[in-house]
């Protein structure tokens, strides 16, 4: 019989409606029931492509005597982390001041009143490797809530005390200055591994933001460092197992499972982690022109439309790590591994004996029980690129060969943030490489967020499914993410509405999501649910921080309309980035990078021609976009138009299409000449 998470928008929680477990989502009745049952709450957080929360679901939850004492010593709430990053954040803060590590699934055991006081990640069914049983543990907090409640109401409230007291302000540490940046640099330069181009350290996430920060840094101070950093970054990466060779697209992370041995991912595919990568690569292209930093944002862009677009023109959140592998056990990376016979029976034996060689396939394998994970080792060998990818070619046979094979499963939800990095990266990367056909995917998904998460009063939902709408507000992220996107569909598509759709957003931002006092943001809107600390994070995880992505909109935006609000808000919030950067870059690399921006002015384009589909308009416009001034906006339309406070009063030139650039209150003379806007731009 069907729990309470039957009727559940998330994945997730609908992949535990069926469990013998009476799960309870996050409500305020969970916590009543609790009360009035005088249980502890016992929190179970995961997310649908999380691996380890699979496991732990398959071994006790979906075990009838566990479920049985669960149901009657505790109150259990399922929580879906990426529905709500604010419980999330909240109680992984508390896990991790408690036992210095975290993860999902993540467990928590708290009062009716939402205090914790026992934490933990994934527990075995069976003691092991020094963790102690989930039974075991259920047990050990059943006896203390029972026998020492004293005790535990002490933990619990200075845990909560502790969690209240760690308000972050920006104070007044100031803007991020030239020597902030090179202090970052410099600290960046001490934790890569020259040898191999990754940062140091046995499990590898793709650093993205910090690679923009590079790239921005090199464009506006001319740092080699910085380009040839960024370059190794992006070349280690897009050569590993952590891109999908054959179908495009990266995998959540690389781990070194021995001494120089080769780099295994794990496998679940992230819409967050494409979409910043493929605005990277993008961005790696129009800064160096690389060939690979080409192929990569394109085929990660045509992955994320052919494997994650939504019947209702969004963008699904992940594929799950595992699927099965033919037998009908799920593996993880079942759908991404070859063995060499498996290469020769879909290949044949001379473009199978290439393949090997090609992607570094071995007889032993460099996965799991034979198999291997597809790379391109560093090689003297020559091969010949039709064979490999030409019409017909290996990759295309791999593909249709895999795309017989049972595929991973898909978390269908639309997260409002992460579409919004996806609309960025898929309005610029069509943008850059003539692909109206991406542009058009970003139109159709900010049509979707517009349609469905927004409602009259341009208050964002976080998330929706089949097109409907969840029943969990935005937090800071989703406003920012959400806002930087239709800010680079604005400069693309030069539709003056998308900027006008970010300044609602970010009106919600300085209105419900800034401290008026001291300029810090929040993660959570004023009104939101009160929770045990309003959560507040400046640091990068996965994807860039609410509090720097929120900066880096402002200014964006105080860019296109000369908003000193916003521009003012922008620059109290990047204090943090001026105290963080020198000491913890890597953690806050979209800080660095919108700092860049500050420091460079941004710059702001305005494109002024007959109609925008003329030829000459269009060239100065795609020489605006490609131009590699950190954080430049561009405005393009009619000298008519009042679609873009920056083409008021810009006349045509001589008749002609012309391009102003301004910073600082200043403006170059007005150019209708591609080559000369270019240099103007750093392009």
């Known amino acids: 019989m069907p729990n309470r998470l039957a009727q559940a928008t998330s994945p997730y929680l609908l992949q535990h409606a069926d469990n013998p477990v009476d799960w309870w989502p996050w409500k305020a009745g969970a916590f009543e029931e609790a009360r009035r049952r005088d249980v502890p709450v016992f929190l179970s957080v995961g997310y649908s492509a999380c691996h380890w929360c699979h496991v732990m679901a398959h071994e006790s939850f979906e075990d009838d005597d566990t479920a049985a004492y669960m149901n009657e010593h505790f109150v259990s709430v399922k929580v879906d982390r990426e529905e709500r990053p604010d419980v999330d954040a909240v109680y992984m803060e508390a896990v991790q001041a408690a036992t210095g590590q975290g993860g999902w699934p993540m467990s928590v055991f708290m009062t009716p009143d939402g205090e914790p006081f026992y934490f933990g990640t994934y527990f075995p069914p069976e003691a092991r490797h020094g963790m102690p049983s989930f039974r075991q543990v259920l047990e050990g907090v059943r006896n203390a809530w029972t026998s020492r409640r004293d005790e535990v109401g002490e933990v619990a409230g200075k845990i909560t005390r502790d969690l209240a007291g760690r308000e972050l302000s920006t104070g007044d540490a100031g803007t991020p200055t030239e020597e902030t940046q090179a202090l970052a640099l410099l600290q960046l330069t001490r934790d890569v591994d020259s040898a191999s181009g990754w940062f140091k350290g046995d499990t590898k996430f793709p650093p993205s933001m910090v690679v923009e920060f590079l790239l921005r840094h090199h464009a506006r101070a001319g740092s080699v460092a910085a380009q040839e950093m960024a370059e190794g970054l992006c070349g280690a990466m897009a050569r590993s197992s952590l891109y999908d060779q054959v179908g495009g697209g990266f995998h959540r992370y690389v781990l070194t499972p021995r001494v120089d041995g080769p780099l295994v991912p794990h496998f679940e595919k992230m819409l967050y982690d494409n979409a910043l990568l493929c605005r990277v690569y993008a961005h790696l292209w129009r800064s160096t022109g690389s060939e690979l930093a080409r ?350 406070p920056l083409l008021a009063d810009r006349p045509l030139v001589g008749g002609e299409p012309a391009a102003y650039v301004c910073r600082n209150f200043t403006c170059d003379v007005p150019t209708t000449d591609p080559d000369r806007l270019s240099a103007a731009l750093g392009g």
């Not at 033919?326 to 004996?353: C, F, I, M, N």
């Open 295 to 644: 192929r990569v944002a394109l085929e990660t862009a045509d992955f994320m439309v052919r494997e994650l677009g939504t019947p209702e023109g969004g963008f699904a959140s992940a594929l799950d790590a595992d699927s099965d592998d033919g037998s009908g056990k799920h593996v993880e990376g079942a759908y991404y591994v070859w063995t060499p016979e498996q290469l020769r029976e879909v290949l044949g034996e001379q473009d199978a004996e290439l393949a090997v060689r090609y992607f570094g396939v071995t007889e032993e394998g460099t996965f799991e029980e034979g198999a291997s994970v597809l790379q391109l080792p560093q090689q003297d060998e020559v091969f010949d690129a039709d064979r490999i990818a030409g019409p017909g070619g290996i990759k295309e046979r791999l593909l249709a060969a895999r795309g017989a094979r049972p595929a991973p499963g898909r978390d269908d939800k639309v997260v409002a943030a992460w579409n919004g990095l996806a609309i960025a990266a898929l309005a610029e990367t069509g943008a850059y490489f003539d692909r109206p056909d991406l542009t058009e995917a970003a139109v159709a998904a900010a049509d979707l967020l517009v349609r469905v998460h927004l409602d009259d009063h341009a208050r964002i939902a976080r998330t929706s499914k089949d097109g409907r709408v969840g029943g969990n507000a935005g937090v800071l992220e989703d406003y920012a993410d959400v806002a930087e996107g239709f800010l680079a569909l604005a400069s693309v598509t030069g539709e003056g509405v998308w900027l006008e759709f970010a300044g609602l957003l970010l009106d919600h931002v300085l209105a419900r999501f800034a401290d008026p006092e001291s300029g810090a943001l929040y993660d959570t809107a004023s009104d939101a649910e009160r929770l045990i600390r309003r959560p507040q994070d400046p640091t990068d995880n996965a994807v860039p921080s609410g509090w720097t992505a929120a900066a880096g909109a402002l200014l964006g935006y105080a860019a296109q309309t000369g908003s000193a609000p916003h521009r003012t808000a922008a620059e109290r919030a990047l204090g943090v980035v001026r105290a963080l950067g020198p000491r913890v870059p890597r953690f806050v690399g979209w800080g660095l990078a919108v700092a860049e921006a500050a420091l460079d002015g941004p710059r702001e384009v305005a494109v002024v021609g007959p109609a925008l589909d003329d030829p000459a308009t269009t060239a100065l416009h795609r020489t605006a976009l490609l131009g590699t001034a950190p954080g430049a906006v561009v405005a393009a339309g009619t000298p008519e138009s009042d679609e873009f």
